[in-house]
C-alpha cells in the first residue's frame, strides 16, 4: 500500500524556521519526483514546491522561492520541506504528494494527510 | 505563475451531466497535456480524478471525464450522484519546473 505521511508541523513565530518531513513506503520513492502542495485553511490548493526522482529538476512557487527549499534521501525514502523566515500567510495544511512520473510533471498521483503549521506570533 | 480559472461554483441534479472549466495561458494549459482534476471532500486530502488531460487514474469512475481545447480544460461528471459533491481543482505543468493550480470549484448536487 502506497503511503505518504507527513511530519514537522506546529505553531511558530513570525521569522522562525521549521524543517517538514515526509516518510514515504509502498512504491519506488527513488523512482518517483515528489511535491509539496499546501492549502490555507479554508482555501484553495496552492503548489510549493517539486523535485524530480534524483533531484537534478527542482522547482519553487514564487511565494516561497528564496525561503523554502525542498529536498529528498532516497537511501530513506523521505521527502523534507525547509521553510525559514515565515510568515503568517505561509500558515497551511502541507501535503506531500507522489507524482506519477519522474520528472513532476504534475499527475499528482498519491496525498499524505497534511501537517498543519501556524504563523503567529 | 498566474492561478488557472475556474468558476466558483457548479451544480447539476442526480443523474445530471455537468462540466467545469479551467481556463489558462498558451504557457501553460495551452501547451502542455500535464492537466489534471483533483476531487476534494471536507476534511480530507484531494484525489487525482484525470491525468493528462483525458486519463482516468484506476479505480475512477468512467462518468468523470476530461477535456482540453486551446487554453480551456474542462472536467465532466456524467450521471451525477450525491458523492459526487466535493471541491474540484484543476492543475497545469507551467515549464520550468512549475505547476499551477486553479483557485477550486464547488459542486452541489441539488
Known amino acids: 500500500e502506497v503511503q505518504v505521511v507527513e511530519s514537522g508541523g506546529g505553531l511558530v513565530q513570525p521569522g522562525q524556521s521549521l524543517r517538514l518531513s515526509c516518510a514515504a513506503s509502498g512504491f519506488d520513492f527513488d523512482k518517483s519526483a515528489m511535491h509539496w502542495v499546501r492549502q490555507p485553511p479554508g482555501k484553495g490548493l496552492e503548489w510549493v514546491a517539486s523535485l524530480s526522482w534524483r533531484s537534478e529538476s527542482i522547482g519553487h512557487a514564487v511565494s516561497v522561492m528564496g525561503r523554502f527549499t525542498i529536498s529528498r534521501d532516497n537511501a530513506k525514502s523521505s521527502l523534507y520541506l525547509q521553510m525559514n523566515s515565515l510568515k503568517s500567510e505561509d500558515t497551511a495544511i502541507y501535503y506531500c504528494?507522489?507524482?506519477?512520473?519522474?520528472?513532476?510533471?504534475?499527475?499528482?498521483?498519491?496525498w499524505g494527510q497534511g501537517t498543519l503549521v501556524t504563523v503567529s506570533s | 505563475q498566474s492561478a488557472l480559472t475556474q468558476p466558483p461554483s457548479a451544480s447539476g441534479s442526480p443523474g445530471q451531466s455537468v462540466t467545469i472549466s479551467c481556463t489558462g495561458t498558451s504557457s501553460d494549459v495551452g501547451k502542455y497535456r500535464s492537466v489534471s482534476w483533483y476531487q476534494q471532500h471536507p476534511g480530507k486530502a484531494p484525489k487525482l480524478m484525470i491525468y493528462e488531460v483525458t486519463e482516468r487514474p484506476s479505480g475512477v469512475p468512467t462518468r468523470f471525464s476530461g477535456s482540453k481545447s486551446g487554453n480551456t480544460a474542462s472536467l465532466t461528471v456524467s450521471g451525477l450522484q450525491a458523492e459526487d459533491e466535493a471541491d474540484y481543482y484543476c492543475t497545469s505543468y507551467a515549464g520550468g519546473n512549475i505547476l499551477v493550480f486553479g483557485g477550486g470549484t464547488k459542486l452541489t448536487v441539488l
Open positions: 504528494v507522489k507524482d506519477r512520473g519522474q520528472y513532476g510533471s504534475g499527475s499528482l498521483e498519491y
